[in-house]
């Protein structure tokens, strides 16, 4: 019995110590990646609607599978590693993206991609052709940019050091569209600022009949160069120059044309007058018929034409003004046999969906409330039904919703609150809908059109089993009021042993920039479970919307016009007395960090608020909006000459003297967006004021500053700053 007794309190001791849960360390989050949610790759649905194709890779094989919708069950395999390896002989081709041809006879394979900004990535591409059982690439040997294959799957599309090329998929011939390609014209493919600011990556659309091709071009020879070192450990460092236009200075010279496949003629779309910018292109359902929209360089009007691609001429249909900026959004559908069009503004103070007749003429508002359509996901002509994704429910929650366009029978399509996404079959039978919550890794189900559940795709189980043996303490929100009354959005993860009767530190993290939220109720796997870290050391986690964020309405959002850095310190502030009057906080070790325009953000609040931060860190900020870029800066400044007043006031560089406490930069040398420049000009305006602070830089790195072991030691570095610090 005494021998009994003994095990039974070694198995107690043994189960009690099993159970303890663990603490999460830098090596789970930046080298294990053990809190990433996993999702479908590569997902897309086939021309029938009845299905969909998956890129599903397994430890020696990589493999497109179609799926049944209806079933869940494969039904075909369109292309084998086996495959690539008889047809191409080569073991280390890799696909990294494809597009399925209509007849899905032929697939457009993406390999060996290489970053070039945020948005683009150049590939070696070729053909995989089913019946033949061969691989041929687009160019031998040769990397391009954004291949597509034609709408009636003849064709293939791509750009080659600036230039347009059509390749024949039947015999194989291809066409050079443009010759003047240099680096400084662009045919087909965006400039730095286009694809940075409008999202304009693949600038050249085949028409629904694959007879022509709509294609910008950018003259950036005006535009200044921006020059940078890149190191990468050699003797002598080089340079690397690129296009920027900054704020004020000269844009890119912008033009459309549309290229005639058959004959090989060009034709010039004209402008109904002089504009600063082209942000958009769009077919119409009318081969013959092309929309661009135009924006004077406030970015307050924007002008919709219709464009006859016989003589390129483009007649306004709508205008669009604003007293402060018109922010760009891809709602723009035609519809009912090109008689109508849905349209999305914020006229009434939200953004919301309307229909108009082909000539301009609003016929109704079709969604409406005090809450903001975030993005349209898809219209299914033959029910006169719209789907969308709003903030009604919660400006910190993602819905999807569906509506007729009569703007009737709105019905909420999601059933689970937090962060909804959906991407629809082609004829709009099916969703594939991801859902997370800040508590909830990813969700990712298959739902029939009214929202019915059909099946889980991925539950992360294995995710949510990892969780359960951590020391987690739950995201939460709230929401308080400013000493000028404004509601403002937040969130806290308190440590997980949380005594009230204690005092604790506070981080607070913001972004803040226009239009973008930090106070979101979805998964956030690296920074979330960095910040559940911190909050297992004792550290209170904060993080505030400010006025100029998303979600809330256009004054919300637009107040900040013309005083960048204004109204935004203003709340962060406030966010700090308010945690300071907390009684189970010490008001004493109040910290800010963010990153880009989160980084201009701490920056100004160690200066603006240094009575309420003992700490800050800014990583890759904005220092002086004359340093930025004009489309972006513009949009919510003006230009320096017109807005001097707020150019100066919205600069640290004009408050250093006031930084007090202590105070982290961190920035990559090889930063093509906010370039180390502005870091550079605060360093000086420190040193010239005599304010200590901690310095970091990371050679040749971009404005993500990751790669390699990179994450995981600036992340060491941060926790270490705050640890000494705060």
């Known amino acids: 019995m005494k021998k009994v007794s003994l095990l039974v309190m070694a198995l107690a001791i043994t189960a009690g110590v099993n159970a303890q849960k663990r603490n999460i360390t830098l090596d789970d989050i930046w080298q294990q990646y053990k809190f990433a949610a996993k999702g479908i790759d590569e997902l897309q649905s086939t021309a029938d609607g009845d299905h969909y194709t998956a890129l599903v890779e397994t430890y020696n094989s990589q493999d497109i599978i179609k799926y049944s919708y209806a079933t ?40 060996a991609g290489e970053r070039i900004y945020r948005h683009s990535t150049i590939y070696k591409y070729s053909i995989w052709d089913k019946k033949k059982g061969t691989i041929t690439p687009l160019i031998d040997g040769e990397k391009e940019v954004y291949a597509t294959i034609s709408p009636d799957g ?78 990468h450990d050699s003797l002598y460092p080089s340079v690397y120059s690129f296009k920027y236009p900054k704020a004020g200075t000269t844009n890119p010279t912008v033009t459309v044309h549309v290229y005639q496949v058959a004959g090989g003629k060009v034709i010039d779309i004209k402008a109904p007058g002089h504009y600063e910018y082209t ?73 919301h969906l309307y229909r108009y007749s082909i000539d301009g003429k609003q016929i109704n ?78 969700i990712t189900t298959l739902n029939s059109s009214d929202g019915k559940e059909i099946r889980i795709l991925e539950d992360n189980k294995e995710l949510q089993d990892t969780l359960k043996h951590y020391n987690l303490s739950p995201q939460t929100f709230f929401t308080f009021t400013t000493s000028q009354g404004n509601n ?8 997980p042993d949380f005594d009230s009767t204690k005092k604790y530190p506070v981080l607070m993290y913001v972004y803040g920039g226009p239009g973008s939220n930090t106070v979101n109720n979805e998964w956030n796997a690296f920074d979330g479970m960095w910040f559940q870290m911190l909050a297992e050391k004792g550290y209170i986690i904060v993080s505030i919307d400010n006025r100029g964020t998303l979600a809330r309405g256009s004054d919300f959002k637009k107040c900040t016009y013309l005083h960048l850095g204004k109204y935004e310190v203003e709340d962060q502030i406030e966010g700090a007395k308010y945690m300071a009057l907390k009684p189970y906080v010490d008001n004493t070790r109040i910290g800010i960090w963010g990153w880009s325009y989160g980084g201009y953000m701490s920056a100004m609040c160690i200066a603006k608020g240094a009575k309420y931060f003992k700490a800050a860190i800014s990583v890759a900020p904005v220092i002086d909006w004359s340093f930025y870029d004009s489309i972006y800066t513009e949009r919510y400044m003006r ?48 040193q010239k004021a005599n304010v200590p602070f901690s310095l970091m830089i990371f050679p040749d790195k971009n404005h993500s500053i990751a790669g390699g072991n990179t994450r995981y030691y600036l992340f060491n570095q941060l926790t270490n700053f705050i640890s000494t610090n705060l």
């Open 279 to 351: 942000p958009r292109v769009t077919w119409t359902k009318d081969p013959a018929v092309l929309s661009v929209q135009y924006m004077d360089r406030h970015q307050d009007s924007l002008v919709l034409t219709l464009a006859n691609i016989s003589n390129g001429i483009a007649k306004p249909i709508l205008t669009e003004g604003s007293k402060t900026y018109i922010d760009i959004n891809d709602a723009l559908t035609f519809i009912n046999n090109n008689k109508e069009f849905i349209w999305m503004d914020d006229n009434d103070g939200y953004e």
């Open 488 to 495: 403002l959005n937040g969130y806290v993860i308190k440590p």
């Open 72 to 111: 869940g069950k494969p039904t075909d395999t369109l292309l084998t590693t086996a495959q690539i390896v008889k047809a191409n002989n080569n073991v280390g081709f890799v696909v990294q993206t494809y597009e399925l041809g209509p007849k899905e006879n032929t697939i457009l394979l993406g390999t």
């Open 365 to 442: 508002q079709i969604t409406t409330g005090k809450w903001d359509v975030i993005d349209i996901k898809g219209i299914d002509e033959k029910t006169e039904t719209l789907f969308y994704i709003s903030s009604e429910t919660s400006p910190i929650d993602r819905d999807l919703y569906s509506i007729n366009w009569q703007g009737k029978n709105k019905k909420k399509l999601s059933n689970k609150t937090g962060f909804n996404d959906a991407d629809f079959s082609t004829t709009f039978h099916y969703y594939i809908n991801t859902f997370s919550t800040a508590n909830t890794p990813g």
């Open 639 to 686: 230009t320096p000459a017109e807005n001097r007043d707020g150019y100066r006031d919205g600069s640290p560089i004009n408050f250093a003297d006031e930084v007090k406490g202590h105070y982290m930069l961190i920035h990559g040398t090889g930063d093509d967006n906010v370039h180390f420049q502005n870091s550079v000009e605060w360093i000086h305006a420190l």
């Open 154 to 231: 003849n064709m293939a599309a791509f750009i080659y050091k600036s230039n347009l090329y059509v390749k024949n998929l039947t015999d194989n011939k291809v066409t050079q569209v443009t010759h003047d390609g240099s680096n400084e014209i662009f045919n087909g493919i965006s400039d730095w600022v286009y694809e940075e600011e409008y999202a304009l990556t693949r600038s050249y659309f085949w028409s629904p009949d694959s007879k022509s091709i709509a294609y910008y071009r950018f003259d950036d020879s005006k535009v200044t160069t921006f020059s940078m070192n890149e190191y």
